[in-house]
């Protein structure tokens, strides 16, 4: 068996999907893969996410939004995406006009053209999708100050109740401001007791700065860590699986929020961690 930092054995992918067929149910597994439903869950069990402004579940419905009564800002995304695929952020609005983030227009066909990409199943692995506006979250200042642009998130493997690991997932110019670590996005062990940076990787090199803004990752705090363990926690109870990982954001007002509940998290946080989920596992 590989193992990682003396006597850590890792977990494989096989080992992973035997892990998962055994303890997560297949209603549970479809209920994390609606984001939409995964939201309804999480709330009536008390467990922080981010609130609906509108869901369109068809073509038809597009006609009756009242665009006029929609929020400035708001974060548009499919309900049933693929690697955080196809999301349309509206930062402002201007004279009438929506703007993202960069700046950049966003008239009004742009956006209904988007949503309709969305319905016809363009960024989801089914046929067809709803489309979900969501309140734009805005980065507490002090996960911005570790981050290149984007949204860095945490996420956390799950036991049941029992948080395991943690991870920091900080974008990047080359991840093209997306915590994705495929896209060589910096990740960070984050110590569970302590909720601090303990080491960063990006690609297969070890760090000690944010490769772009030169801002020290090792030893950085967590804001609100003890909140972000305790979300994190709530996730097997609103979703009924027992292996997980949460995917949690810190918004600068509301404090840490749930984005994702993954049924079958990757097993790079044994890389980024240097600790391998075969004992970090155990049920």
């Not at 110019?173 to 670590?181: D, I, P, Q, T, Y």
């Amino acid at each position: 068996m590989n193992r990682v930092r003396g006597w850590d054995p890792l977990m494989g992918m096989n080992a992973r999907n035997q892990l998962i067929a055994q303890v997560n149910a297949a209603d549970a597994i479809r209920l994390v893969n609606n984001k939409y439903e995964t939201k309804l869950a999480l709330t009536e069990v008390g467990a922080p996410t981010s609130p609906t402004v509108l869901v369109v579940r068809s073509r038809r419905e597009i006609a009756r939004i009242d665009w006029d009564a929609m929020p400035a800002d708001w974060a548009l995304k499919p309900n049933q995406s693929l690697g955080g695929s196809g999301i349309l952020l509206a930062d402002q609005r201007i004279d009438g006009t929506w703007r993202s983030p960069s700046g950049k227009p966003l008239p009004l066909p742009t956006i209904v053209n988007h949503v309709r990409r969305i319905l016809d199943g363009d960024f989801s692995p089914r046929i067809t999708d709803w489309a979900l506006f969501e309140p734009l979250i805005r980065t507490h200042p002090a996960m911005a100050a570790l981050s290149f642009q984007g949204l860095p998130d945490i996420r956390v493997i799950c036991v049941g109740d029992q948080p395991r690991l943690a991870m920091l997932r900080l974008p990047t110019k080359h991840s093209g401001g997306r915590a994705n670590l495929h896209q060589k996005a910096v990740g960070a062990a984050v110590d569970l007791a302590s909720g601090t940076v303990t080491r960063a990787v990006v690609g297969k090199r070890e760090i000690a700065d944010h490769p772009d803004t030169g801002h020290r990752l090792i030893g950085a705090a967590i804001p609100r860590w003890p909140s972000v363990l305790a979300a994190a926690a709530r996730c097997a109870a609103a979703t009924g699986l027992r292996y997980l990982g949460a995917d949690i954001v810190i918004d600068a007002d509301r404090g840490p929020l749930i984005l994702e509940v993954n049924a079958r998290p990757g097993l790079q946080i044994q890389n980024i961690t240097g600790r391998g989920l075969g004992s970090a596992v155990r049920l």
